[in-house]
């Protein structure tokens, strides 16, 4: 199911071979997660291939110093590279994470009013009618929706975030929605979250992010 999935995200029917790397344009590139922001460009390796795929939107040269340099260099030394940063887009590492159906998560929740916001398949905890922590689903992409789980600062380390994350995973299974967790490499006490409730590494990405509205430069 995965396979299906992401092979349509990263719009791999419609690659061509540049420099020994598959370039896909994918107009999947320009829509925004989370109302905030895009993945300009997706740079990963998976079945056996340099997989980019980019926005429409980027020029022919553009593309072609990237793939010059990804080309032969090893995976994890990518993100260092001029020709992304050079891009204007934000670059980072990013794991993205779906759950292991053979490790049950532990369920339990907590006495705390929890209140569920259909609309936005989104769950949220107030304080004094103040949302502090939530977790919801902003985009659903070919049958996987991406789960997005924040907590004020000052309520960490209460359970918030994790109950929230479990509740989001009952209404996906229920609602027929894949779950799946796209979380910065640097950011362990998120990945340690995902991990709790069930989710693992399936793949690792180099992400060009742009806010919205963002162009290429």
């Known amino acids: 199911?995965?396979?299906?999935?992401?092979?349509?995200?990263?719009?791999?029917?419609?690659?061509?071979?540049?420099?020994?790397?598959?370039?896909?344009?994918?107009?999947?590139?320009?829509t925004l997660l989370n109302r905030?922001?895009?993945?300009?460009?997706?740079?990963?390796?998976?079945?056996?291939?340099r997989i980019v795929s980019v926005s429409p939107s980027i020029s022919a040269n553009i593309i072609n110093n990237i793939c010059t340099a990804i080309i032969d260099c090893p995976f994890e030394d990518?993100?260092?590279?001029g020709q992304l940063h050079e891009t204007g887009y934000?670059?980072?590492?990013?794991?993205?994470?779906t759950l292991n159906r053979n490790k049950a998560y532990a369920?339990?929740?907590?006495?705390?009013?929890?209140?569920?916001?259909s609309e936005y398949k989104k769950y949220v905890i107030r304080d004094s009618g103040n949302i502090v922590s939530y977790c919801k689903v902003s985009n659903i992409d070919y049958g996987y929706g991406n789960i997005v789980v924040w907590t004020n600062e000052k309520y960490r380390r209460k359970g918030y975030a994790r109950e929230l994350l479990y509740r989001i995973i009952s209404m996906c299974e229920s609602e027929g929605i894949v779950p799946v967790y796209i979380v910065d490499s640097q950011n362990s006490a998120s990945i340690e979250l995902a991990?709790?409730?069930?989710?693992?590494?399936?793949?690792?990405?180099?992400?060009?992010?742009?806010?919205?509205?963002?162009?290429?430069?």
């Open 1 to 30: 199911m995965f396979a299906k999935y992401y092979s349509r995200y990263l719009a791999l029917d419609a690659g061509r071979e540049i420099f020994n790397c598959l370039v896909c344009p994918s107009p999947d590139r320009d």
């Open 195 to 217: 991990k709790s409730a069930g989710f693992e590494i399936v793949q690792t990405e180099i992400i060009g992010c742009a806010k919205g509205g963002v162009e290429m430069r």
């Open 90 to 97: 934000r670059i980072s590492m990013m794991y993205r994470m």
């Open 78 to 81: 990518i993100l260092q590279l």
């Open 107 to 117: 369920n339990v929740l907590r006495s705390q009013a929890v209140e569920y916001i």
């Open 36 to 49: 905030n922001f895009a993945y300009k460009i997706i740079i990963t390796d998976y079945s056996g291939k």
